[in-house]
């Protein structure tokens, strides 16, 4: 299955990378002919059978895809209402979607002639994918990662070493997600020449909330193609959590002409609706511009990008992909929001009915999707993208399970 803008409502981005007055780019001249240069190259690559071959076989033998889609019985019957179906992106090498992305990517860079590779992380999941992409294509690579988060996410940190890459802590700002990407970008403003830049969900400028979409929309295709072959139709709700929005957008795209499906995003409602208390900007957030795209975005009074908390680093930023913030506008899809607490209860629901570790950001979407399926009678459907696997955070939920109890 490749990459979808021609099975897909493939009217957006336009040619000057707006969803609707969405997106767009808003970099330093000196990015603009990389970022031209990486629009035609992926153009060319989207036509070039050898080029999607190549990425197909490395999807099935190296990330082991198709990842299956579960049928979760016992959280169903637990639930009591629809059945809740797990696209499994957990069962990805490197634990996550994440990995769809940077193996795209990395051979965008090679085609490119590039020979070096820089890419930020939160939670150290992009990170981890970005370093294995590069360990096995040869490249050097450098991943950004907020002091903070380098402390949150230690298992990470040692596999990102352990592959042979460099990590770069940030001590500006927040020592967060948001940080780590200003860092990648300045970097490549003066390294342009020979590297590119991988980044890790769909924001930043034209043409990267279209290409990672692409890349991650194996998630969605996969998951029309098993719901046919498992339950003979189309499920009823689709349920994904948003960070910069990836996996959704992934899971997403290729049901947006399907009007009768639902589709809902979970953004991380953190301790609650205050501001500095979740990272919610389709929620809370205004229109402004980030990380060289317009988008929905957390401000404060003044226009100044806010502050955030979630307790998932993944989910931990204070803007979102330029597609969400369209796909908000027009209604296709609904965002709601999941409190820290909520989550932490999700991921022990999953845990125990399923036999499953999720990552804390999908512990978001596995909370949301439980509300709606409760709503809904025993014969609808929810599909859930379980974006990542929880191992990660194994020390991270007994502190904050033990900070409960207190
Ligand atoms: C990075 C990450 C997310 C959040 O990023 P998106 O771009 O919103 O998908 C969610 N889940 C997992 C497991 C992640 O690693």
Redesign the pocket.
Known sequence: MASSSTTASGNVPDHDGRFGKFGGRFVPETLMHALDQLTNEYKKAQRDPQFNAELQELFRDFVGRPSPLYFAKRLSEKVGGAQIWLKREDTNHTG???INNTLGQTLLAIRMGKTRVICET??G??GVATATACARFGLPCVVYMGEEDVRRQAPNVRSIKLLGAEIRPVTSGSRTLRDAINEAMRDWMSSVHNTHYII???VGPHPFPMIVRDYQSVIGLETIQQSREKFGRLPDTVVA????????AGMFFPFIDQAKVELVGIEAGGLGSAPGEHASPLSFGKPGVLHGSFSYVMQDVDGQTCDVHSASA??DYPGVGPEHSYWKDSGRVRYTDCKDSDALAGFYELARTEGILA?L??SHAVAGAMEIAREKKRDEIVVVCL??RGDKDAAEIERLQSLSKK
């Open positions: 996550a979607h994440k939160g939670a999941q992009h890790g969900s769909v959590c948003v960070g910069g929005g990836s996996n959704a993944g989910l990552a950001e999908t974006s990542g």
